[in-house]
């Protein structure tokens, strides 16, 4: 298989998991290049439900090698949880799995900044975040104060932990939330280093080495693209880039051998948290879509917001990512519907817009402009070819494809590995 990046193109939960999942099978190598234990990646084998928050989904497929990337922050603790719960249904980790020296550590103060940023923002403001510490591992990372895994090993690393959890406590205090204990969170933390040492390397060099001996790697966005923090609706984004460009900052992979990009779109839209999302539905159509697609966050448990496909936003991120090939998921969840919207373009201030504002108050503002096709109210779950599709899903599917560029590679009507249509890919 050609290299291959896979990026959401919508507000994430797209079925970026299935898919690598699925594509794994091609790959030798998988990496996880941005995001952290933000992202919940759910892969069904055999009926057994994963959620992957950190591991690469490659990981259920015996033998193939995982990377967590440069780009990613690591949240050390749930890192080894997430490791222990895969050994504990069988899954060789150890040997397979791989992370970077250069990778930032989230650590349990980057979690108690997170809630309370976020408890201090107004209201209006308030982003939703997944509590997991982001945004400030991020932002230690940039302000060149954080710890990185490699880190990890250095003989002064209890202290070096006391001291950022003085500095975090010094933070805190501003935002008037309890001070944390140094010296606990110092403790856990030495004997995480010392359970993941023999994981932490130069996966960057592995990379290299990887593509140098000819083996086909497969990174693995996280969150989507609507959420990047250049490309998505600031603020209200998470704090990495899920698109294209993220994947060879967060790997050390050249651009120049990224061979292919594949975005994967549900054939509806969905976001978890606050900000725009203009094609919302919030009637009975929006809870029907929450209802057959089991739109409830995979991470935090939230319900997701629902609504009608956006074709500006497809089309958006076909231009930013350089989408190559769709993987169009959840397609099935629509089989009960007599008529499907599609948002075609928007309409502020009187006139139409065809491209993405990038102003979110503006966003806000625009109303969908809608085309509608009948449904085919049947179901599409146990098929297996394109051209047994009814006519009226295979027109929804060629019409959404046709509106946002790019060609069909994969179409996903259900959540197994079974339910898969291979078009192109
Ligand atoms: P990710 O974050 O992009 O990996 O997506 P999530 O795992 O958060 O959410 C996608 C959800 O849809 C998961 O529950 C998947 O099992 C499920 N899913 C993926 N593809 C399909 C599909 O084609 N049809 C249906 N019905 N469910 C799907
Ligand atoms: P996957 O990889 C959907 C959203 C949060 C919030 C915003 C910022 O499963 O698609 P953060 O915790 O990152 O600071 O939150 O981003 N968000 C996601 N939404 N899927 C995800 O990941 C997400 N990761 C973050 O809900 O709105
Ligand atoms: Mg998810």
Known sequence: MPNTVLVGAQWGDEGKGKIIDVLTAQADLVIRFQGGSNAGHTVIVGGRKHVLHLIPSGILHDGKICLIGNGVVIDPLELLDEMRLLESQGYVVRGRLFVSDRGHAVMSYHRALDAAQEQARAEGRKIGTTGRGIGPGYADKINRAGLRLGDFLAPDFAARVRAHVEAANRELAALHAPALDADAIADRYVTAAAALKPLIVDTVAMVHAADRAGKSLLLEGAQGTMLDIDFGTYPFVTSSNPTAGGACIG???????????????????????????????????GDLLRARGGEFGATTGRPRRCGWFDAVVGRYAREVNGVDFWAMTKLDVLDTLPGIKICVAYEHAGRRLDTLPADVAVLDACRPVYEEMPGWCCETSHLTRFEDLPTNARAYVARLVELCGGRLGILSVGPGRENTLRLAL
Do not use: N, Q
Request: charged share 25%.
């Open 251 to 285: 790997s050390g992979l050249s651009p120049r051998r990224v061979d292919r990009v594949v975005g994967v779109i549900k054939a509806y839209t969905t976001r978890v948290g606050a900000g725009p999302f203009p094609t919302e539905c919030m009637g009975e159509d």
